[in-house]
Protein backbone atom coordinates (compact mmCIF):
# COMPACT_ATOMS: atom_id res chain seq x y z
CA UNK A 1 0.00 0.00 0.00
CA UNK A 2 1.69 3.51 -0.83
CA UNK A 3 0.79 6.92 0.71
CA UNK A 4 0.04 10.03 -0.97
CA UNK A 5 -0.37 13.29 0.80
CA UNK A 6 -2.37 16.05 -0.22
CA UNK A 7 -2.24 19.70 1.14
CA UNK A 8 -5.09 21.28 0.74
CA UNK A 9 -5.59 24.74 -1.66
CA UNK A 10 -6.62 28.28 -0.66
CA UNK A 11 -8.67 27.14 2.16
CA UNK A 12 -6.34 28.54 5.21
CA UNK A 13 -7.95 31.80 4.32
CA UNK A 14 -11.82 30.74 5.09
CA UNK A 15 -11.11 30.19 8.85
CA UNK A 16 -14.81 29.29 9.55
CA UNK A 17 -15.88 27.24 6.23
CA UNK A 18 -12.76 24.92 6.93
CA UNK A 19 -14.25 21.97 8.08
CA UNK A 20 -16.95 22.39 5.56
CA UNK A 21 -14.65 23.17 2.82
CA UNK A 22 -12.09 19.69 4.15
CA UNK A 23 -15.21 17.86 4.21
CA UNK A 24 -16.39 18.84 0.72
CA UNK A 25 -13.01 18.30 -0.86
CA UNK A 26 -13.08 14.57 0.54
CA UNK A 27 -16.11 14.01 -1.56
CA UNK A 28 -15.09 15.41 -4.64
CA UNK A 29 -12.03 13.14 -4.21
CA UNK A 30 -14.14 9.92 -3.35
CA UNK A 31 -16.22 10.92 -6.81
CA UNK A 32 -13.15 10.98 -9.00
CA UNK A 33 -11.51 7.75 -7.42
CA UNK A 34 -14.63 6.16 -8.09
CA UNK A 35 -13.69 2.76 -9.16
CA UNK A 36 -10.46 2.54 -7.50
CA UNK A 37 -9.73 0.66 -3.99
CA UNK A 38 -8.39 3.64 -1.80
CA UNK A 39 -8.70 4.63 1.52
CA UNK A 40 -9.04 8.21 2.91
CA UNK A 41 -8.13 9.42 6.41
CA UNK A 42 -7.62 13.44 6.85
CA UNK A 43 -6.88 16.11 9.80
CA UNK A 44 -7.49 20.03 9.47
CA UNK A 45 -4.43 20.50 7.66
CA UNK A 46 -3.43 17.11 5.21
CA UNK A 47 -5.08 14.38 3.67
CA UNK A 48 -3.54 11.11 3.26
CA UNK A 49 -5.08 8.50 0.70
CA UNK A 50 -3.89 4.70 0.61
CA UNK A 51 -4.14 2.97 -2.28
CA UNK A 52 -2.00 0.56 -4.32
CA UNK A 53 -3.28 2.21 -7.70
CA UNK A 54 -1.09 5.29 -6.84
CA UNK A 55 -0.38 6.64 -10.48
CA UNK A 56 -3.59 6.51 -11.38
CA UNK A 57 -4.76 8.08 -8.58
CA UNK A 58 -2.02 10.88 -8.64
CA UNK A 59 -3.38 11.56 -12.65
CA UNK A 60 -6.83 11.88 -11.46
CA UNK A 61 -6.22 14.33 -8.18
CA UNK A 62 -4.55 16.15 -10.74
CA UNK A 63 -7.78 17.07 -12.25
CA UNK A 64 -9.61 17.95 -8.79
CA UNK A 65 -9.86 21.48 -7.34
CA UNK A 66 -9.03 22.65 -4.02
CA UNK A 67 -5.26 20.67 -4.10
CA UNK A 68 -2.46 22.82 -3.45
CA UNK A 69 0.03 19.94 -3.82
CA UNK A 70 0.26 15.99 -4.41
CA UNK A 71 2.68 14.89 -2.56
CA UNK A 72 3.77 10.61 -2.68
CA UNK A 73 5.43 9.86 0.64
CA UNK A 74 6.66 7.15 2.59
CA UNK A 75 4.69 7.11 5.80
CA UNK A 76 7.68 6.03 8.67
CA UNK A 77 7.04 5.66 12.63
CA UNK A 78 8.53 8.59 14.22
CA UNK A 79 11.72 7.36 14.84
CA UNK A 80 15.08 9.03 13.80
CA UNK A 81 17.40 6.28 12.83
CA UNK A 82 14.71 4.54 10.82
CA UNK A 83 13.80 7.97 9.21
CA UNK A 84 17.62 8.17 8.07
CA UNK A 85 17.90 4.79 6.85
CA UNK A 86 14.65 5.40 4.36
CA UNK A 87 16.42 8.63 3.51
CA UNK A 88 19.73 7.07 2.70
CA UNK A 89 18.46 4.31 0.95
CA UNK A 90 16.32 6.72 -1.26
CA UNK A 91 19.39 8.53 -2.04
CA UNK A 92 21.13 5.11 -3.03
CA UNK A 93 21.76 5.02 -7.12
CA UNK A 94 21.04 8.88 -7.44
CA UNK A 95 23.47 11.03 -8.88
CA UNK A 96 23.07 13.99 -6.84
CA UNK A 97 26.23 16.15 -5.71
CA UNK A 98 24.04 18.48 -3.36
CA UNK A 99 20.83 18.13 -0.72
CA UNK A 100 19.05 19.74 1.68
CA UNK A 101 17.09 18.67 4.42
CA UNK A 102 13.87 20.00 5.72
CA UNK A 103 11.78 18.73 8.17
CA UNK A 104 8.52 20.31 9.08
CA UNK A 105 7.44 19.27 13.10
CA UNK A 106 4.13 19.60 13.57
CA UNK A 107 3.80 17.45 16.52
CA UNK A 108 5.07 20.01 19.10
CA UNK A 109 5.72 17.09 21.79
CA UNK A 110 8.24 15.10 19.71
CA UNK A 111 11.25 15.49 21.53
CA UNK A 112 13.70 16.24 18.22
CA UNK A 113 13.18 19.96 16.94
CA UNK A 114 13.39 20.54 12.86
CA UNK A 115 16.34 22.01 13.10
CA UNK A 116 18.21 19.26 14.91
CA UNK A 117 16.50 16.86 12.61
CA UNK A 118 17.99 18.77 9.81
CA UNK A 119 21.16 18.03 11.06
CA UNK A 120 20.47 14.63 13.04
CA UNK A 121 19.79 12.98 9.10
CA UNK A 122 22.27 15.31 7.15
CA UNK A 123 25.14 13.79 9.52
CA UNK A 124 24.31 10.21 8.72
CA UNK A 125 24.12 10.94 5.00
CA UNK A 126 27.10 12.84 4.38
CA UNK A 127 28.50 9.69 6.56
CA UNK A 128 27.39 7.06 4.08
CA UNK A 129 27.80 9.24 0.89
CA UNK A 130 31.31 10.50 0.98
CA UNK A 131 30.86 12.69 -2.53
CA UNK A 132 27.83 14.29 -1.11
CA UNK A 133 27.66 18.03 0.24
CA UNK A 134 24.83 20.05 1.68
CA UNK A 135 23.60 23.22 0.10
CA UNK A 136 20.94 25.39 1.95
CA UNK A 137 20.50 27.89 -0.96
CA UNK A 138 20.53 25.63 -3.62
CA UNK A 139 20.53 21.75 -3.82
CA UNK A 140 20.38 19.00 -5.99
CA UNK A 141 17.66 17.81 -4.23
CA UNK A 142 15.23 19.51 -0.95
CA UNK A 143 14.39 16.18 1.23
CA UNK A 144 11.12 16.67 3.03
CA UNK A 145 10.42 15.39 6.24
CA UNK A 146 7.12 15.81 8.35
CA UNK A 147 6.94 15.13 11.45
CA UNK A 148 2.96 14.66 12.57
CA UNK A 149 1.16 13.70 15.46
CA UNK A 150 0.73 9.28 13.99
CA UNK A 151 3.58 9.30 11.99
CA UNK A 152 6.72 10.77 9.89
CA UNK A 153 6.19 11.35 6.31
CA UNK A 154 9.27 11.29 3.56
CA UNK A 155 8.24 12.95 0.25
CA UNK A 156 9.31 10.98 -2.46
CA UNK A 157 7.65 12.67 -5.59
CA UNK A 158 5.64 16.29 -5.25
CA UNK A 159 2.65 17.61 -8.17
CA UNK A 160 1.07 20.70 -8.36
CA UNK A 161 -2.33 20.59 -7.88
CA UNK A 162 -5.05 22.50 -9.59
CA UNK A 163 -5.35 25.03 -6.64
CA UNK A 164 -8.79 27.21 -6.73
CA UNK A 165 -11.73 26.43 -4.21
CA UNK A 166 -13.22 22.66 -4.00
CA UNK A 167 -16.43 22.52 -6.54
CA UNK A 168 -19.90 22.86 -5.01
CA UNK A 169 -17.84 25.09 -1.70
CA UNK A 170 -19.75 28.39 -3.19
CA UNK A 171 -22.96 27.00 -4.76
CA UNK A 172 -24.35 26.16 -8.34
CA UNK A 173 -23.84 28.77 -11.58
CA UNK A 174 -25.17 28.63 -14.71
CA UNK A 175 -22.74 28.69 -18.02
CA UNK A 176 -24.09 30.29 -21.50
CA UNK A 177 -21.71 27.15 -23.42
CA UNK A 178 -21.54 27.95 -26.92
CA UNK A 179 -19.13 26.11 -29.25
CA UNK A 180 -16.20 28.34 -29.55
CA UNK A 181 -12.88 28.70 -27.54
CA UNK A 182 -13.84 31.07 -24.72
CA UNK A 183 -17.17 29.82 -23.24
CA UNK A 184 -15.71 26.57 -22.09
CA UNK A 185 -12.74 28.48 -20.79
CA UNK A 186 -14.58 30.98 -18.55
CA UNK A 187 -16.54 28.09 -17.29
CA UNK A 188 -13.36 26.39 -16.35
CA UNK A 189 -12.38 29.42 -14.26
CA UNK A 190 -15.57 29.30 -12.51
CA UNK A 191 -15.48 25.88 -11.77
CA UNK A 192 -12.03 26.82 -10.07
CA UNK A 193 -13.27 29.14 -7.47
CA UNK A 194 -15.46 26.51 -6.13
CA UNK A 195 -18.55 27.23 -8.73
CA UNK A 196 -20.63 23.91 -9.62
CA UNK A 197 -21.55 24.44 -12.82
CA UNK A 198 -24.81 23.43 -15.29
CA UNK A 199 -24.93 24.52 -18.68
CA UNK A 200 -26.92 26.30 -21.21
CA UNK A 201 -26.77 26.24 -25.04
CA UNK A 202 -29.30 28.24 -27.90
CA UNK A 203 -29.85 26.29 -30.28
CA UNK A 204 -31.68 27.03 -33.59
CA UNK A 205 -32.61 23.81 -35.66
CA UNK A 206 -32.45 23.41 -38.40
CA UNK A 207 -30.28 26.72 -39.23
CA UNK A 208 -27.58 25.13 -37.13
CA UNK A 209 -26.86 21.56 -36.49
CA UNK A 210 -27.04 18.34 -34.63
CA UNK A 211 -23.11 18.42 -34.80
CA UNK A 212 -22.73 21.92 -33.31
CA UNK A 213 -25.06 20.55 -30.73
CA UNK A 214 -22.81 17.10 -30.21
CA UNK A 215 -19.86 19.73 -29.84
CA UNK A 216 -21.36 21.40 -26.95
CA UNK A 217 -22.11 18.48 -25.30
CA UNK A 218 -18.42 17.25 -25.70
CA UNK A 219 -17.07 20.77 -24.49
CA UNK A 220 -19.77 20.16 -21.78
CA UNK A 221 -18.07 16.98 -21.00
CA UNK A 222 -14.47 18.12 -21.12
CA UNK A 223 -15.49 20.37 -17.88
CA UNK A 224 -17.30 17.62 -16.07
CA UNK A 225 -13.88 16.02 -15.34
CA UNK A 226 -13.37 19.09 -13.25
CA UNK A 227 -16.99 19.53 -12.05
CA UNK A 228 -19.53 18.14 -10.23
CA UNK A 229 -22.53 16.19 -12.70
CA UNK A 230 -23.71 19.78 -14.41
CA UNK A 231 -26.84 19.52 -16.61
CA UNK A 232 -27.31 21.08 -20.07
CA UNK A 233 -30.29 22.78 -20.77
CA UNK A 234 -30.69 22.99 -24.77
CA UNK A 235 -33.05 25.55 -25.26
CA UNK A 236 -34.96 25.81 -28.59
CA UNK A 237 -33.84 29.45 -29.84
CA UNK A 238 -35.13 28.76 -33.70
CA UNK A 239 -38.24 30.79 -33.36
CA UNK A 240 -37.06 33.73 -31.18
CA UNK A 241 -34.47 34.37 -33.77
CA UNK A 242 -36.23 34.17 -36.89
CA UNK A 243 -38.95 36.65 -35.40
CA UNK A 244 -35.85 39.00 -34.66
CA UNK A 245 -34.38 38.48 -37.83
CA UNK A 246 -37.89 39.06 -40.26
CA UNK A 247 -39.40 42.32 -37.89
CA UNK A 248 -36.09 44.18 -36.65
CA UNK A 249 -33.57 46.51 -37.50
CA UNK A 250 -30.63 43.99 -38.88
CA UNK A 251 -27.77 46.29 -37.15
CA UNK A 252 -29.77 45.85 -33.77
CA UNK A 253 -30.02 42.21 -34.53
CA UNK A 254 -26.92 40.31 -32.64
CA UNK A 255 -27.49 42.87 -29.59
CA UNK A 256 -31.37 41.69 -29.38
CA UNK A 257 -30.93 38.31 -29.57
CA UNK A 258 -28.28 38.61 -26.87
CA UNK A 259 -30.76 39.98 -24.44
CA UNK A 260 -33.10 37.57 -25.40
CA UNK A 261 -30.90 34.77 -24.01
CA UNK A 262 -29.93 36.75 -20.64
CA UNK A 263 -33.63 36.68 -20.20
CA UNK A 264 -33.85 32.99 -21.01
CA UNK A 265 -30.58 32.06 -18.97
CA UNK A 266 -31.98 33.98 -15.78
CA UNK A 267 -35.49 32.29 -15.56
CA UNK A 268 -33.50 29.02 -16.07
CA UNK A 269 -31.38 30.19 -13.25
CA UNK A 270 -33.60 31.41 -10.74
CA UNK A 271 -36.30 28.58 -11.33
CA UNK A 272 -33.09 26.06 -10.58
CA UNK A 273 -31.53 28.56 -8.06
CA UNK A 274 -28.21 28.87 -9.73
CA UNK A 275 -26.85 31.79 -7.74
CA UNK A 276 -25.17 33.31 -11.06
CA UNK A 277 -24.50 33.31 -14.43
CA UNK A 278 -21.16 33.11 -16.77
CA UNK A 279 -20.53 33.49 -19.79
CA UNK A 280 -17.57 34.06 -21.78
CA UNK A 281 -17.65 37.03 -22.66
CA UNK A 282 -14.49 39.66 -23.53
CA UNK A 283 -14.27 43.31 -23.16
CA UNK A 284 -13.60 44.89 -26.77
CA UNK A 285 -13.20 41.08 -28.55
CA UNK A 286 -15.93 41.80 -31.01
CA UNK A 287 -18.84 44.15 -31.63
CA UNK A 288 -21.18 42.61 -29.04
CA UNK A 289 -18.55 43.21 -26.27
CA UNK A 290 -18.00 46.70 -26.18
CA UNK A 291 -18.70 48.08 -23.00
CA UNK A 292 -21.67 49.86 -24.61
CA UNK A 293 -22.88 46.37 -26.13
CA UNK A 294 -22.42 44.73 -22.48
CA UNK A 295 -24.12 47.59 -21.19
CA UNK A 296 -27.10 47.28 -23.57
CA UNK A 297 -27.37 43.57 -23.57
CA UNK A 298 -27.23 43.48 -19.33
CA UNK A 299 -29.86 46.14 -19.35
CA UNK A 300 -32.44 43.01 -19.34
CA UNK A 301 -31.65 41.72 -15.98
CA UNK A 302 -30.17 42.69 -12.37
CA UNK A 303 -28.71 39.17 -11.74
CA UNK A 304 -25.52 38.80 -11.43
CA UNK A 305 -23.09 37.56 -13.96
CA UNK A 306 -19.72 36.56 -13.66
CA UNK A 307 -17.43 37.08 -16.88
CA UNK A 308 -14.36 35.52 -16.10
CA UNK A 309 -12.77 36.33 -19.42
CA UNK A 310 -13.59 40.31 -19.20
CA UNK A 311 -9.93 40.99 -19.41
CA UNK A 312 -8.18 38.09 -21.09
CA UNK A 313 -6.12 38.62 -24.02
CA UNK A 314 -7.52 35.75 -26.61
CA UNK A 315 -3.77 34.49 -27.00
CA UNK A 316 -4.21 33.76 -23.21
CA UNK A 317 -7.63 31.81 -23.41
CA UNK A 318 -6.50 29.83 -25.53
CA UNK A 319 -3.34 28.94 -23.81
CA UNK A 320 -5.77 28.01 -20.87
CA UNK A 321 -8.46 26.18 -23.86
CA UNK A 322 -5.34 23.86 -24.73
CA UNK A 323 -4.51 23.34 -21.05
CA UNK A 324 -7.85 21.93 -20.50
CA UNK A 325 -7.94 19.87 -23.49
CA UNK A 326 -10.82 21.93 -24.73
CA UNK A 327 -9.22 23.63 -28.30
CA UNK A 328 -9.19 21.04 -30.64
CA UNK A 329 -13.28 20.23 -30.04
CA UNK A 330 -13.74 24.19 -29.59
CA UNK A 331 -12.12 24.50 -33.21
CA UNK A 332 -14.40 22.12 -35.13
CA UNK A 333 -16.14 24.27 -37.62
CA UNK A 334 -19.57 23.90 -37.09
CA UNK A 335 -21.61 27.05 -37.10
CA UNK A 336 -23.43 28.20 -34.09
CA UNK A 337 -27.14 30.03 -33.91
CA UNK A 338 -24.95 33.64 -33.69
CA UNK A 339 -22.84 33.55 -37.03
CA UNK A 340 -26.04 32.20 -38.98
CA UNK A 341 -27.89 35.37 -38.78
CA UNK A 342 -24.71 37.02 -38.33
CA UNK A 343 -25.28 40.67 -39.92
CA UNK A 344 -22.94 43.25 -42.42
CA UNK A 345 -22.61 45.57 -39.86
CA UNK A 346 -23.40 44.87 -36.12
CA UNK A 347 -24.06 47.72 -33.98
CA UNK A 348 -21.25 48.93 -32.19
CA UNK A 349 -22.08 51.34 -29.97
CA UNK A 350 -26.34 50.09 -29.14
CA UNK A 351 -28.56 52.77 -28.01
CA UNK A 352 -30.77 51.55 -25.76
CA UNK A 353 -34.01 53.87 -26.81
CA UNK A 354 -33.36 52.19 -29.98
CA UNK A 355 -33.78 49.02 -28.45
CA UNK A 356 -36.45 49.37 -26.72
CA UNK A 357 -38.57 50.66 -29.98
CA UNK A 358 -37.01 47.71 -31.92
CA UNK A 359 -38.85 44.75 -29.04
CA UNK A 360 -41.50 46.67 -28.69
CA UNK A 361 -42.10 45.73 -32.38
CA UNK A 362 -42.79 42.15 -31.43
CA UNK A 363 -44.82 40.68 -29.29
CA UNK A 364 -41.45 38.33 -27.74
CA UNK A 365 -43.23 37.33 -24.32
CA UNK A 366 -45.20 34.46 -26.06
CA UNK A 367 -42.19 33.04 -27.60
CA UNK A 368 -39.70 33.47 -24.72
CA UNK A 369 -42.30 31.48 -22.26
CA UNK A 370 -42.28 28.87 -24.69
CA UNK A 371 -38.32 28.66 -25.39
CA UNK A 372 -38.80 28.21 -21.41
CA UNK A 373 -40.86 25.82 -20.83
CA UNK A 374 -39.79 23.67 -23.73
CA UNK A 375 -36.31 23.18 -22.69
CA UNK A 376 -34.40 19.71 -23.04
CA UNK A 377 -32.43 18.77 -20.14
CA UNK A 378 -29.67 16.35 -20.76
CA UNK A 379 -27.59 14.30 -17.81
CA UNK A 380 -24.05 14.68 -18.82
CA UNK A 381 -22.71 11.99 -17.12
CA UNK A 382 -25.56 9.75 -18.80
CA UNK A 383 -23.98 11.02 -22.31
CA UNK A 384 -22.07 8.00 -23.81
CA UNK A 385 -19.39 8.06 -25.73
CA UNK A 386 -21.33 6.93 -29.38
CA UNK A 387 -23.22 10.38 -28.72
CA UNK A 388 -26.56 8.52 -29.31
CA UNK A 389 -28.46 11.53 -28.22
CA UNK A 390 -31.93 10.61 -29.08
CA UNK A 391 -32.24 8.62 -25.91
CA UNK A 392 -31.85 11.86 -24.34
CA UNK A 393 -34.02 14.00 -25.04
P1 LIG B 1 -17.35 31.72 -27.59
O1 LIG B 1 -15.98 31.48 -28.10
O2 LIG B 1 -17.52 31.25 -26.17
O3 LIG B 1 -18.40 31.21 -28.52
P2 LIG B 1 -17.41 34.32 -28.70
O4 LIG B 1 -16.16 35.05 -28.61
O5 LIG B 1 -17.75 33.64 -29.97
O6 LIG B 1 -17.50 33.30 -27.49
P3 LIG B 1 -20.02 35.54 -28.65
O7 LIG B 1 -20.50 34.66 -29.72
O8 LIG B 1 -20.26 37.01 -28.75
O9 LIG B 1 -18.49 35.40 -28.32
O10 LIG B 1 -20.64 35.09 -27.31
C1 LIG B 1 -20.25 35.62 -26.07
C2 LIG B 1 -20.68 34.66 -25.00
O11 LIG B 1 -22.10 34.45 -25.05
C3 LIG B 1 -20.10 33.25 -25.21
O12 LIG B 1 -18.81 33.15 -24.67
C4 LIG B 1 -21.10 32.39 -24.49
O13 LIG B 1 -20.90 32.45 -23.09
C5 LIG B 1 -22.42 33.10 -24.81
N1 LIG B 1 -23.05 32.50 -26.00
C6 LIG B 1 -22.97 32.89 -27.28
N2 LIG B 1 -23.68 32.08 -28.09
C7 LIG B 1 -24.25 31.15 -27.31
C8 LIG B 1 -25.10 30.01 -27.53
N3 LIG B 1 -25.51 29.68 -28.75
N4 LIG B 1 -25.49 29.29 -26.46
C9 LIG B 1 -25.06 29.61 -25.23
N5 LIG B 1 -24.26 30.65 -24.95
C10 LIG B 1 -23.86 31.42 -25.97
MG1 LIG C 1 -19.48 32.27 -30.10
Same mark, same amino acid.
Given at each position: ?????? %???????????R???? *????? /??? /??L??????? *???? !?????Y??????????????????????? %???????????????? &?? %??????????????????????????N??????????Y????????????????????N????????Y?????? $?????G?????? !????????????????????????F???P??? =????N?????? %?????????????????????? #??????? $?D?????????????????????? &?L???????V??? #????????????????? $??????????K?E???????????ET???????????????? $??I?? /? =? !??????????? &????? /????? !????? *??N????????????
Amino acid at each position: MEVILI %KYGDLYLKKDNRNFFI *KTLKE /NIE /NKLNGLSFEI *KNDL !SRMFIYTDNTDEVIDRLKEVFGIYEIVKV %KELDKDEELISNEVIE &FL %KDKDYKTFKIETKRSDKSYPITSMEFNKLVATKILKTYSDLKVDIHNPDIKIEIEIRNNSAYLYLDKYEGLKGY $PVRTLGKGLLML !SGGIDSPVAGYLAIKKGIKLNYIYFESLPHTS =LEARNKVIELA %KILEKYNDHGKLYVVNFTKIQE #AIYKNLK $PDYLITIMRRMMYRIAESIAKKNK &FLTIINGESVGQV #ASQTLTSIRAVNDVTNY $PIIRPLACFDKEEIITISKRIGAYETSILPYEDCCTVFVPKH $PVINP /N =L !SIIYEEESKYD &FEPLL /NEAIE !SVDII *KLNEVNNNNNLEEYL
